[in-house]
């Protein structure tokens, strides 16, 4: 079992900046890639970022040029470092974990969210 648990959000005037934190326990061990996501309501949860284990990354193109995601191993924990942030980003973002094994997925973890507010 992975636990997931962000911090960071919360209320910004358009153009500013935040930074999430997604501290990972339990068998991080098997984690290979871990990514950001956002869900407004009666939207789908979108992919925002992504970075595996070797170092690849993903931004949305929504993102791309504003956000930034890193990883710290040593400290199982993954950064959203985003800035110039938009009224568009409002949403609740959730850390992802995904656990393999030899390359198969095992399973699939979520972290509880966490709200971010841009106000114009």
């Known amino acids: 079992q992975v636990q997931l648990v962000e911090s960071g959000g919360g209320l910004v005037q358009a153009g500013g900046s935040l930074r999430l934190s997604c501290a990972a326990s339990?068998?991080?061990?098997?984690?290979?890639?871990m990514a950001w996501y956002r869900q407004t309501t009666g939207k789908e949860r979108e992919l925002v970022a992504a970075?595996?284990?070797?170092?690849?990354?993903y931004y949305a193109d929504s993102v791309k040029g504003r956000f930034t995601i890193s990883r710290d191993n040593a400290k199982n924990t993954m950064y959203l470092q985003m800035d110039s942030l938009k009224p568009e980003d409002t949403a609740v973002y959730y850390c992802n974990a995904d656990c393999r094994m030899a390359g198969a997925l095992l399973n699939d973890y979520w972290g509880q969210g966490t709200q971010v507010t841009v106000s114009s």
């Open positions: 339990g068998d991080t061990i098997c984690i290979s890639t």
């Open positions: 970075k595996t284990n070797g170092g690849g990354t």
